[in-house]
Every structure is written in C-alpha cells, then in structure tokens.
C-alpha cells in the first residue's frame, strides 16, 4: 500500500529538528532509518502530515569514548554499532546483541537510537542497553534531559521520550573487559526473538548483568539471577541453578508464538546458555 500523503522535511540540526516538531505537533513524525515507521505508514496505521528526517544530521551519528562511558549518536546504525571497536572493547554487549538484529540490509539503514525509541518490546536492543545500565539524552524545547534505561522504558512502544523531544545520544557506562552473551530464541531466521537473554558478567563471576527481550511490555532486568550469580563460581550446575529464577517478576505474552509459560520457560533455558557462554564455560 501507498502511504498517506506528507510533507517531508530535512533539517541538517537538532535545533532546525525541534523547531520542526514544535511546529507540527502530533501532526509530525519522525524519520530515523526508517525500518519500523515506514511499515506503519505503507499500512497506513500511521498519517502524519509531516515527516521530519534526521538523516543529515551529522551530528547523531557515531561513537566516542567518554571517559567513563560510550556515546552512541541516536542515528548510528546497527551495522555500525555490531563493528564498531570501542563497543567491542567496552561494551561487547551490545556488538553481540546488534549483530542479532534482522538481516544486513536492515542493520545498514536502522539506527540504534530509532530501535530504542521505537521500543518494541521484541527489539533486540532493548534488553541489552537496560542491563548496561544506559542513559538516554534526549533534546527538547527546554533544553537537554538524561532519562535512565529503568526510567525510559515506559510501556508497549511508549517511552519517556516527549512529542517535542528527540533521544539525541544514549551514554554506555563502560564495562570493559566483561564476558558477553546475546542468546535469541527465533522461529524464522533475521527476525524479531520470541525471547531472548542478554547476558554480561564481570569475571567468573563476580557481578552479571541480565537483560530479558519479550518477557513483558518492557525489556527487563533478571535481578533474582543477578543476585544468585554474583560471586558464585561459573559451573555449569550454579549457573542453571541461578538461572531457575530468571522468569520471576515477568509478564510475558501468550501469542501464536508461544503461550506464557512457555516464555518463562524459554528465559530460564536461555538465560542459564547466555550467562554460561559470557563466562566462557
Ligand atoms: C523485516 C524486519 C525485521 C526486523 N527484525 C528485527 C529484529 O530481529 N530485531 C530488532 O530489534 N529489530 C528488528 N527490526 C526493526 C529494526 O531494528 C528497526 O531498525 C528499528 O526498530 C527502528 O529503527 P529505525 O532507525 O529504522 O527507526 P524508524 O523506523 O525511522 O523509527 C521508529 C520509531 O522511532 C521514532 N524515532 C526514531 N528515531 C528517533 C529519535 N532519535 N528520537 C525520537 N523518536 C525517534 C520514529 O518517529 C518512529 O516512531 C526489523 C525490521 C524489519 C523491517
């Protein structure tokens, strides 16, 4: 289907964005590599008047070390952020788990920050950059806030981003050296997780990190297993043992996929294959 007419808009500053948005109001949208809102708008579940592309915004794109932390520029693309060797070094993380998403041609044109702010909560992105313990800075017509991943994910595709705002960056507080594991469980390849763990932890194992993807209407954070695997010794047995209380707190969906329960099922298995192989065992 052909989407609804728009007008199309191209600023080449996130001041000229805002402006934008400020502008329009709900009638604008915004444009970032477009793999998700272009579907919306060709099945015409979406029309808005005016579509503003961020895509000549040079300034949204790239990543920099920041002493403590990486920033990763709204509008980097998946593809760049799987290679990128500043994300290898300090945050494998979130290279393993990019690599994961859809196919090249995709990773190529969607952006980090349009996945974020998109949050499906079947996104891959999600669950990774909530264990890193991501910061999101988003710009508006005040100014500049820092929005915590624990705070930024709201609901089903909602955030904390505002309709005057755009997420301009998203700061990775750095976990160098630490073992990393994205484990995705699919029916089709190159396509959304029925569910997925990340996991990171930090030596063997004095702290882990564990990011569940579509265990409920935000990704989430596995604390119970977190809590069990810090300072255990990585075995395997510890490690399942630990992992049997990765589905507490959840509330996943029950779709054509797979009913609940199975989900929680799914992110124990999953969870006790992600921590195991981020350690190396
Ligand atoms: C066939 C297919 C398979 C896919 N498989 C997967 C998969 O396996 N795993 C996965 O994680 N994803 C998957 N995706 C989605 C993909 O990752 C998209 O790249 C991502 O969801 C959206 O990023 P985008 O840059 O294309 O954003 P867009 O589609 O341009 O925008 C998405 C939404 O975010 C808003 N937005 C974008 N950027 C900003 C910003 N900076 N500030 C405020 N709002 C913003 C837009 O207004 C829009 O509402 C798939 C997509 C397709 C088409």
Same mark, same amino acid.
């Given at each position: 289907m052909i989407p609804v007419q728009f007008d199309y808009l191209a600023p080449t500053s996130v001041e000229e964005a805002l402006a934008a948005l400020g502008q329009h109001g709900d009638d604008a949208k915004?444009?970032? %590599? %477009?793999?998700? /809102?272009?579907?919306?708008?060709?099945?015409?579940?979406?029309?808005?008047?005016?579509?503003?592309? /961020? @895509?000549?915004?040079?300034?949204?794109? @790239?990543?920099? $070390? $920041?002493? $403590?932390?990486?920033?990763?520029?709204?509008?980097?693309?998946?593809? $760049?952020?799987?290679?990128?060797? /500043?994300?290898k070094e300090h945050a494998l993380l979130l290279s393993k788990a990019a690599a994961e998403v859809a196919d090249a041609q995709i990773r190529h044109r969607g952006t980090f920050g349009g996945a974020l702010a998109h949050a499906d909560p079947a996104g891959d992105l999600g669950a990774p950059a909530l264990a890193l313990g991501a910061q999101f800075v988003i710009a508006g017509p005040g100014g500049t806030r820092t929005v915590d991943a624990a705070d930024f994910f709201v609901d089903l595709f909602e955030t904390a981003i505002g309709d005057d705002e755009i997420l301009t960056e998203v700061r990775i507080p750095k976990h160098t050296g630490w073992g990393a594991h994205y484990e995705k469980f699919v029916r089709v390849a190159h396509q959304w997780p029925i569910v997925a763990v990340a996991a990171t932890v930090k030596g063997s194992i004095d702290e882990a990190r564990v990011g569940l993807t579509n265990m409920g209407s935000t990704p989430l954070r596995a604390t119970a297993t977190e809590r069990a695997l810090a300072g255990a010794s990585a075995t395997e047995d510890g490690v399942r043992e630990a992992s049997q209380l990765a589905a507490e707190g959840t509330n996943p969906p029950s779709d054509l996929n797979g009913a609940a329960d199975y989900r929680q099922h799914l992110a124990r298995v999953l969870t006790g294959r992600a921590v195991l192989k981020a350690a190396g065992v």
């Open positions: 915004i444009l970032a %590599g %477009g793999q998700s /809102l272009l579907p919306v708008l060709r099945m015409r579940l979406n029309a808005p008047e005016v579509v503003i592309d /961020l @895509g000549g915004i040079s300034s949204l794109r @790239g990543i920099r $070390d $920041d002493g $403590d932390a990486l920033v990763i520029g709204a509008m980097t693309t998946h593809h $760049d952020v799987r290679d990128d060797s /500043l994300v």
